[in-house]
């Protein structure tokens, strides 16, 4: 049997307010490819389905047309779990009826402990599905001491564990965050105050673990607790990540391969780093120039209007830093008296890249005194 783990699809995901909606179409249809060409018989989705509870309609009629081409054209089971981004309710929708159709929804925690169970080929698992829960639900809804994600989380699989078949392979999916793993910049935190974690150990006796959360494709504990990652990087702190997802070949006894499988965006998200003039004379011969980019500039004088120079060869720069600017000024820790000196050369920069001549002792001293009282006014505000 051969299955398919991924997670963290995020659909309706804005990236500096730019829609990546057509980014997760390119490769969702990857991901569909690569079921066709590797006989995949069963696809786990580990959460996050939508980036939010509240999904637009464009995320739920893509989600739509890539589960009518799983389940209704391939005739493919699909099991999924509702993420901390998902809104369970809404995701669980018609789950009852969808069944038929071999769409699994996961997303009661209420039935946290009732296995699917795939047939293919003479070898039978059990796929138990932990939707993302907080400690206050576990402990509400089943009166258990859970005072962190750790013990609530431990608590549902122990449970699990308890109800798991006694010869057949068995899989456990969760949306957590596993003490050890490597987070991003774009995954949202669990909770306030570092008690997110959880511990694989109580998960090392399934035959095969997949998570949902974090967005690098990784392992904890051993190969098979794994996250396949999300479909496309959505933070810059991702952009050395390899995306992809996760094929495991099962038999009567376990698994026996796992493979991860990548997919390639239509769009790169990169870091440059240089001196203006450098990377827009790179950027003039980039093919691709319509990656997703972050700039640091290294020049060490005020530029006026960088972005929109950057712009004209890399028109998808979503932010811009200016490392550069601080250590010319020694600006590493700023205070309100420097700054409003540095914002004086800042002005008396500008000043002199559009006037083409610097600012007079009078028009200083002006500026000066202007800076000063829109200090101290927004200071009293």
């Known amino acids: ?10 659909l309706g995901r804005l990236f500096h307010n730019l829609s990546l909606l057509e980014d997760q179409r390119h490769v969702l249809n990857q991901l569909i490819a690569i079921i066709d060409r590797e006989n995949v018989d069963a696809v786990l989705i580990a959460g996050d389905i939508y980036d939010r509870s509240v999904p637009p309609s464009a995320a739920v009629t893509l989600l739509d047309e890539v589960l009518h081409a799983l389940c209704e054209v391939r005739k493919l089971p699909v099991i999924m779990i509702s993420g901390n981004h998902d ?15 071999g769409l699994h929804i996961l997303s009661d925690l209420a039935d946290f402990a009732t296995p699917v169970t795939l047939s293919v080929g003479g070898v039978e698992v059990d796929v138990f599905g932990i939707p993302y829960a907080d400690p206050e639900q ?13 013990a609530a989380h431990r608590y549902l699989v122990e449970q699990i564990s308890e109800q798991r078949h006694a010869t057949r392979p068995c899989i456990l999916m969760s949306h957590c965050f596993v003490d050890g793993g490597s987070a991003s910049d774009s995954e949202r935190p669990l909770t306030l105050g570092g008690a997110e974690n959880v511990a694989w150990e109580p998960m090392q006796h399934f035959d095969y673990v997949a998570l949902g959360h974090l967005h690098g494709p990784q392992y904890r504990g051993g190969e098979h607790i794994r996250y396949s990652g999300s479909l496309l990087k959505y933070s810059f702190s991702e952009a050395s990540q390899r995306k992809g997802v ?22 790169e998200v990169r870091v440059l780093e240089g001196e203006l003039d450098a990377l827009i004379a790179q950027g003039r011969t980039d093919k691709n120039a319509d990656d997703y980019l972050l700039v640091r500039l290294t020049d060490r004088h005020a530029i006026l209007d960088p972005m929109g120079k950057l712009r004209e060869v890399y028109p998808n720069v979503l932010h811009l830093e200016k490392p550069g600017m601080l250590e010319a000024r020694g600006m590493q820790q700023l205070d309100r008296e420097r700054l409003r000196f540095d914002a004086l050369d800042m002005f ?16 200083a001293s002006a500026m000066a005194e202007l800076i000063t009282q829109l200090q101290r006014d927004e200071a009293q505000q």
């Open 1 to 10: 049997m051969r299955l398919l783990h991924t997670a963290d699809w995020h």
């Open 138 to 150: 576990v402990r509400s809804q089943f009166n258990v001491e859970a005072r962190d994600f750790d």
């Open 348 to 363: 008396s920069d500008f000043f002199n890249q559009t006037s083409g001549e610097a600012m007079s002792e009078g028009q």
């Open 246 to 267: 996760t094929l495991v070949e099962l038999g009567v006894n376990g698994v026996t391969q796992i493979d991860q499988m990548t997919l390639i965006p239509s769009r």
């Open 87 to 101: 809104g369970a309710e809404r995701l669980r929708f018609g789950a009852r009826h969808l069944r038929q159709a």
